[in-house]
T-cell receptor
């Protein structure tokens, strides 16, 4: 499996505050992804990156932004967190066909 | 619009028997399919995949079958073991560089001793 870490692993924040989640990989994979997992929905793609500074929107991108300044790091930012963004967030990376996932970040927005 | 559906939220199977998990999709443009296994408080772990040019792929106890005409895939686990108890997600994508996976809702598999 790809060496993927996510930080923080747990976070509780208040509505309206900015939040940044970090994904770090050690496999030099070209592609990186952010998903959220909610009951009844499986995992849904938020944003993805196909190279440094190259990103695009996924299925549920509203309220989220991303940045990738280095191959190994992919940041997900909630500019102003809302309660509907309470979820478990997973980062994934891939070189070709298969995506490998990080351990997840549980975010609670009060 | 749920493009990938797993209609069974849960499945209970006796240890040693076959587990069959099902998945349906609606988008005929999907040409790559994957199964992931997920334990609580962990990220999904890749199990097995299949390209649309095949109808079967096998890896040890795990076999995935693809029926393109029915837009249906299934995962067979034989024999089932207690460690197989987890949530299983199927996912689909168009194989075009960055893979924007579309996931089903998941099926919780419980293997009973």
């Amino acid at each position: 499996d790809a060496g993927i870490t996510q930080s923080p692993r747990h976070k509780v924040t208040e509505t309206g505050t900015p939040v940044t989640l970090r994904c770090h990989q050690t496999e030099n994979h070209r592609y990186m992804y952010w998903y959220r997992q909610d009951p009844g929905h499986g995992l849904r793609l938020i944003h993805y990156s196909y190279g440094v500074k190259d990103t695009d929107k996924g299925e549920v991108s509203d309220g989220y932004s991303v940045s990738r300044s280095k191959t190994e790091d992919f940041l997900l930012t909630l500019e102003s967190a809302t309660s509907s963004q309470t979820s478990v967030y997973f980062c994934a990376t891939s070189a070709t066909d298969t995506q490998y996932f990080g351990p997840g970040t549980r975010l609670t927005v009060l | 619009d749920q493009q990938v559906k797993q209609n069974s939220p849960s499945l209970s199977v006796q240890e040693g028997r076959i587990s069959i998990l099902n998945c349906d999709y609606t988008n005929s443009m999907f040409d790559y399919f994957l199964w992931y296994k997920k334990y609580p408080a962990e990220g999904p772990t890749f199990l097995i995949s299949i390209s649309s040019i095949k109808d079967k792929n096998e890896d040890g106890r795990f076999t995935v079958f693809l029926n393109k005409s029915a837009k249906h895939l299934s995962l067979h686990i034989v024999p089932s073991q207690p460690g197989d108890s987890a949530v299983y997600f199927c996912a689909a994508a168009r194989n075009e560089g960055a893979q924007k996976l579309v996931f089903g809702q998941g099926t919780r598999l419980t293997i009973n001793p």
